[in-house]
């Protein structure tokens, strides 16, 4: 009975991205069963399309650039929250957290504002801005819950053994949460690829991938969406797979130079 | 040099309103293993880690000889074992172990062969490829000990190392702490709450309660001659019974519910209610036959408890409230008296260990 439940749980949750998938592949423009026969030539449609490559190239850009703004500030964040303790630790806890709360409408409308105030053009480095204030409570609360388990007698230890703060912090800190660092990171990067809300606020003439995915649905059912969609999937996925090879790879690497020894 | 490895003059040590320290002097013998014993909360975490670096007292601090009291941790000739250990998981045994060493910039085959010596030291040196999370709480305990033991440090600190351990394992660890003691001829200061792994463990131990130092000696001293109750109640088990004492000229008298025993005078003591601890070895018991001898008194055992290499009785004494722990060394073929039995007891008042109320 469970079983059964999970099955139709699963099939809840991935049959509509099947279908993409699968109409995606799809040699006739049909969205409908029966399957006629397997096709890249939507593939090939959105690849020749220049503004699919220009939002891409816009996606990989911003989420790029935002991941690394996110996770400076987000690790200097969740390194304060470490070291902070009761009242003070709760409230910077929960300012932090509190963007996540607030609708994304209000947080693009007051970008809008505020980047209008300083007379900032909108570009990619507004959405760069609106991302990363978007991503940063993630990955802060992504990485705060791990880092409680940080034992500051590492640190002391560290330091103990003749490290002054700074190496303290290179070889000793940062090596064990650099693991929790880089997932949150990974997390940034998926969620600013496929950011709307804001996006539409803040953008100007630029276009991302899941702006011209919208635009494309308006205009016409083209199957070439799916291909598209599928594409985004693809890379999500394919972050998560790189992220989980890198560090296996990294732990075989130590293995193996310390049985050469 | 000096023949002290530590010398602490008036420190203390206030975190807002509360006192952890209040103004104490100490000083630290070369080469002995010192105990800052004491219950929770008494100051001897804090104490440690004045000497650590990683608490900024007010007073001065000694090492070798030298001011250190402004030193920053990483610039102390002293190394620490913590709590937990605190080894660094992303780093095998050997990495752990060369920490220290690499930081100075020691040259690799010097490193190999220290971190080799202190492996060998704490019989560790097949692991030296294992990762942290390989270890089970003992090993780790070793590892900790050889990281620190590397460095050659003037003073070694433990920090209740042996807390997290459970209770075979901590016997065991405790003779191989002295055991790396004597080889390493380092001074050890070990912060501990648990009054056996003092007594075991130390050259001296040094009794905190309440941010003071309420007594230091070696640990026989501490446990026959407490100078206050606290320091009675806190090693081993122990009667403690209200009395009056009388002092004059150089004769003194202490009266208990059951009897009047001798005690010379001390400058301590000035005649009233005193507290008088008899430790419940110093009683000897036996069943009431006839007339009680001079000097004992009877009583009725309450409750006994059989333990093997010991019985203890609770008896309440004849005549008055008072009840008295007994404890008998049993003999094969010897039975234990059932509650209810009476019996007949005798103190020896030089055990007494007399403190004014």
Not at chain 1, 183 to 205: K, M, N, R
């Amino acid at each position: 009975m469970t079983r059964l439940f999970t099955y139709f749980y699963m099939l809840f949750l991935y049959a509509p991205i099947g279908l993409i998938v699968l109409f995606s592949f799809h040699s006739s423009p049909s969205l409908s069963l029966p399957f006629e026969g397997v096709s890249l030539r939507w593939y090939e449609a959105i690849f020749n399309s220049y503004d699919f490559r220009t939002s891409l190239y816009n996606s990989l850009i911003v989420a790029g650039a935002s991941a690394v703004v996110t996770t400076i500030l987000g690790t200097l964040s969740a390194l304060a929250l470490m070291r902070m303790k009761g009242r003070a630790k709760s409230t910077f806890a929960f300012l932090n957290f509190a963007p996540i709360a607030m609708p994304g409408l209000f947080l693009g409308i007051a970008l809008v504002i505020l980047f209008s105030l300083i007379n900032l053009p909108r570009s990619l480095v507004t959405i760069t801005i609106g991302h990363t204030l978007f991503t940063l409570p993630f990955f802060v609360e992504s990485v705060r819950s791990r880092l409680e388990y940080f034992d500051l007698s590492f640190e002391e230890a560290a330091r103990d053994l003749g490290a002054s703060p700074i190496k303290a912090f290179w070889l000793v800190t940062l090596p064990i949460i650099g693991p929790t660092i880089a997932g949150a990171a990974i997390l940034t990067v998926a969620l600013s690829l496929d950011e709307f809300l804001i996006t539409v606020f803040v953008t100007g003439t630029d276009t991302t991938l899941p702006l011209l995915i919208l635009s494309m649905i308006r205009r016409a059912v083209d199957p070439s969406i799916n291909a598209a969609s599928v594409i985004m999937l693809g890379m999500t996925i394919g972050i998560i797979g790189v992220a989980g090879l890198v560090m296996t790879m990294r732990r075989r690497r130590i293995e193996l130079e310390r049985n050469g020894e | 040099m000096s023949a002290n490895s530590i010398e602490l003059t008036g420190i203390s040590k206030a975190y807002g309103n509360l006192t952890a320290l209040g103004k104490l002097d100490l000083n630290v013998k070369k080469n002995e293993i010192l105990t800052l014993l004491g219950p929770s909360g008494c100051g001897k975490t804090t104490l440690m880690r004045i000497i650590a670096g990683f608490e900024t007292p007010t007073g001065k601090v000694l090492i070798d000889g030298k001011d250190a009291t402004k030193l920053p941790p990483e610039q102390r000739p002293v190394n620490m074992v913590f709590q937990k250990y605190a080894l660094f998981p992303h780093l095998d045994v050997f990495d752990n172990v060369a920490f220290g060493l690499r930081l100075k910039r020691t040259p690799k085959d010097v490193i190999k062969s220290e971190v080799s010596r202190v492996l060998d030291l704490v019989q560790l040196s097949t692991y030296k490829n294992r990762w942290i999370s390989e270890l089970s709480g003992g090993q780790a305990q070793r590892v900790a000990l050889a990281r620190a033991l590397v460095n050659r440090p003037a003073v070694l600190l433990l920090d209740e190392p042996l807390a997290a351990l459970d209770l075979k394992i901590r016997h065991h660890m405790l003779n191989e702490i002295k055991r790396i003691h004597e080889e390493s001829s380092t001074t050890f200061v070990y912060v501990t709450h648990d009054q056996d792994e003092a007594m075991i463990l130390s050259d001296r131990v040094v009794l905190l309660n309440k941010g003071g130092i309420e007594q230091i000696g070696d640990p026989e001293e501490m446990y026959w001659a407490p100078k206050t109750l606290f320091a009675a109640k806190f090693f081993g088990d122990t009667n403690i019974v209200d009395g009056m004492y009388e002092g004059s000229g150089s004769a003194g008298l202490v009266k208990l519910p059951f009897g009047k025993y001798a005690h010379a005078p001390k400058v301590s003591l000035t005649n009233g209610p005193v507290n008088v601890s008899i430790r419940p070895e110093t009683i000897s018991i036996s069943a009431a036959q006839g007339a009680p001898q001079e000097g004992a008194f009877v009583g009725t055992v309450n409750d006994t408890s059989f333990i093997g290499n010991r019985v203890i009785y609770r008896v309440k004494v004849s005549d008055s409230t008072v009840e008295l722990k007994c404890q008998q060394l049993p003999t094969p073929g010897s039975h234990t008296m059932p509650p209810g039995t009476m019996v007949m007891l005798t103190c020896k008042p030089e055990s007494f260990v007399v403190v004014a109320a």
